[in-house]
Nanobody, 127 residues
Framework: QVQVVESGGGLVQAGGSLRLSCVVS????????TAWFRQAPGNEREFVAA????????DYVDSVKGRFTISKDNAKHTVYLQMNSLKPEDTAVYYC????????????????????WGQGTLVTVSS
């Protein structure tokens, strides 16, 4: 059974940095697209960033471009989200999600494409 576990959230001041980790277990790690989403109180779940299974393509929501970087380490079965220059509006629960079809083309921005989700990690950015 595929499992996704996020970690790395916390409280940080505006302008600070955090690195989120997403460990995927229970299958071959390197063959699947993976994405980060976030959900702030009262808001719908929002796409943040995604990485193609081979690491050669990434995508970001406009509001985080230039500040966030998604990457993966196949040896550690981990996808990272490096978040720099954090803003109070980045405050949310961040979720990692992964596809279950191998070798798909460029990763999707739609939550419905990702069947497997973690429990989320809370990021709070104070002003």
């Amino acid at each position: 059974q595929v499992q996704v576990v996020e970690s790395g959230g916390g409280l940080v001041q505006a302008g600070g940095s955090l690195r989120l980790s997403c460990v995927v277990s229970g299958r071959t790690f390197s063959s699947y697209n993976t994405a980060w989403f976030r959900q702030a109180p009262g808001n719908e779940r929002e796409f943040v960033a995604a990485i193609k299974w081979n690491g050669l393509a990434t995508d970001y929501v406009d509001s985080v471009k230039g500040r966030f970087t998604i990457s993966k380490d196949n040896a550690k079965h981990t996808v990272y989200l490096q978040m720099n220059s954090l803003k109070p509006e980045d405050t949310a629960v961040y979720y990692c999600a992964t596809e279950t079809s191998r070798y798909r083309n460029n990763p999707s921005l739609a939550p419905a494409v990702y069947p497997v989700w973690g429990q989320g990690t809370l990021v709070t950015v104070s002003s």
